[in-house]
C-alpha cells in the first residue's frame, strides 16, 4: 500500500472514530456541539473516500466532489461552534462564505492551469476562512477554558494551514498533478500527512470541548436538590457565602428563611407522595418569583432559603406576598382542593460583614415569630424576640 493510499484509510478510520464518538458522549444531552461535529467528521470521511477512487471518477467530478464534501465538513463543524458557544447567533454568514465557494469552485477552478496562484487560492482559501470564522466565534464568546482555549488554537492552526497551503504555487518548482494522479503525489503525502494532524488535533480539542460541558453538566446536576428543582444545601451555603463576599461594604441583601405549614401533617394524612408534590411546587414557585441573580435553595426537609441580591426590604417583601399569593392559587393532585398548602417567612437584612449563619440564624429567628403569630405570613428580623423552644411546624 502507498504511502499516500495509507494515510487515507488512516484518516477515514479518524474521521469515523471521532464522529462515533461525539455521538456516544452527546446522544442524550443537549451539547449540541456534538451532533453538528459527529456530521462535519463524517464528511471529512467521505472526503477521504472520494479522494480514494478518484482514479476511477471522471476529474471534474472527483474535485468537485472531494471539494463540496470537505467545505461541508468544516461548515458543519463552524455550525456546530456557532450552536455552543454563540446560540444566538444568525448562521447567514456561515451559510453565505459556504455557498460562495461552492458556487466559484463548481464554475471556475477546474479550468484553471494547474498550478497556478490563482487556482489554489479558489480552492484552500474557502477552508481558511471558514475556520477563522469557527476561531472567531469561540474567540467571541469569552469562554475562556483550558479546552476552549485548545479548540481555538487549532482552529487558528487550522486556517494558517489552509492559508499557506494557498499560496504553495507561488515556491512549486515542477508541474502539479493531475486531480486522477493525486493520489500517487508527493503533495498528496504530505498532504494527507498534515490532514492527519489537523484531524486529530481538531476531534481531541472537540472531545475536549465536550468532556468539559458533561463534567459541568454533572456539578450543575449534583448542586440541585433533585425533588424540587432549587439548589441544594451545600450549592446554596457556598454561592450565598460567595455572593456576600463580593458585596461592596455599603451594599445590602436580603435573606429570606421559608418553612412550609403544617408539612408533616400534610405528609401523615395524604402520603408522602402528597409530600413531595408540595415541595416541587413550591421550589417552582419560589424559582419563578426570585429576581434576577438570586439564590434559592432546599436547606431542609420542608425549609428552603432565598438570597436577593437587593438590599431593598420593601422589594423583598413584595417578592414574599407573590409567592403567598401564587400558594394560594396552586391546587394539588394529591392533596384535597380544600386543603390549603401556605408558608411562613422570615426576612433578614444582611452584607458583606455578616457570615452566612448569623443571617440564617437571624432569618430564622423571623421565621419563628412569623410562626408563632398564626403562620401564613413574614416578619423581619428586627422584629422577632429571641427564640425559646423548637419552632411549630
Not at 456546530?80 to 464554475?107: K, Q, T
Not at 481555538?152 to 502539479?176: D, N, Q, R
Request: proline content about 4%; charged content about 20%; overall charge positive.
Amino acid at each position: 500500500m502507498r504511502g499516500a493510499t495509507f494515510l487515507l484509510v488512516i484518516n477515514f478510520a479518524i474521521g469515523l472514530s471521532f464522529a462515533a464518538a461525539f455521538l456516544l458522549l452527546t446522544w442524550r444531552t443537549d451539547i449540541r456541539i456534538g451532533r453538528w461535529c459527529a456530521a462535519g467528521f463524517l464528511c471529512a470521511a467521505a472526503t477521504v473516500a472520494v479522494e480514494a477512487v478518484v482514479p476511477f471518477l471522471p476529474g471534474r467530478l472527483a474535485s468537485a466532489l472531494s471539494f463540496s464534501f470537505l467545505m461541508l465538513a468544516v461548515t458543519l463543524i463552524v455550525v456546530g461552534l456557532a450552536r455552543h458557544y454563540r446560540p444566538d447567533m444568525s448562521l447567514r454568514p456561515i451559510l453565505a462564505l459556504f455557498v460562495l465557494a461552492e458556487a466559484v469552485n463548481l464554475l471556475l477552478r477546474y479550468d484553471l492551469p494547474r498550478p497556478s496562484l490563482i487556482h489554489a487560492l479558489i480552492y484552500q482559501l474557502p477552508y481558511a476562512a471558514m475556520l477563522a470564522l469557527g476561531a472567531g466565534i469561540v474567540l467571541a464568546s469569552g469562554r475562556r477554558r483550558l479546552a476552549d482555549l485548545a479548540l481555538l488554537a487549532v482552529l487558528a492552526a487550522g486556517s494558517l494551514h489552509f492559508a499557506f497551503k494557498a499560496i504553495v504555487p507561488l515556491f512549486a518548482t515542477g508541474p502539479a498533478p493531475d486531480v486522477r494522479d493525486y493520489i500517487l503525489s508527493i503533495y498528496a503525502y504530505y498532504s494527507q500527512t498534515m490532514a492527519a494532524v489537523l484531524a486529530l488535533l481538531l476531534g481531541l480539542s472537540v472531545l475536549g470541548v465536550i468532556i468539559a460541558e458533561l463534567m459541568a453538566e454533572t456539578a450543575r446536576r449534583l448542586e440541585r436538590d433533585s425533588l424540587s428543582g432549587v439548589l441544594s444545601r451545600a450549592a446554596f451555603m457556598e454561592r450565598a457565602a460567595a455572593l456576600l463576599a463580593a458585596l461592596r461594604p455599603e451594599e445590602r441583601a436580603c435573606l429570606v428563611m421559608c418553612d412550609l405549614d403544617h408539612f408533616k401533617s400534610i405528609n401523615d394524612r395524604f402520603g408522602h407522595a402528597a409530600g413531595d408534590e408540595v415541595i416541587r411546587a413550591f421550589g417552582g414557585v419560589l424559582a419563578e418569583r426570585a429576581s434576577v441573580g438570586a439564590l434559592c435553595g432546599r436547606i431542609g426537609g420542608e425549609e428552603f432559603c432565598l438570597l436577593l441580591p437587593e438590599g431593598d426590604v420593601g422589594e423583598a417583601q413584595r417578592r414574599i406576598e407573590a409567592v403567598r399569593s401564587a400558594m394560594d392559587r396552586l391546587r394539588y393532585a394529591l392533596v384535597p382542593g380544600e386543603i390549603r398548602v401556605t408558608a411562613s417567612f422570615g426576612l433578614a437584612v444582611t452584607g458583606r460583614g455578616e457570615h452566612i449563619d448569623e443571617a440564617l440564624r437571624r432569618a430564622d429567628l423571623a421565621l419563628y415569630a412569623a410562626k408563632a403569630a398564626g403562620r401564613d405570613r413574614h416578619m423581619l428580623a428586627q422584629d422577632a424576640p429571641e427564640r425559646r423552644g423548637g419552632r411549630a411546624s
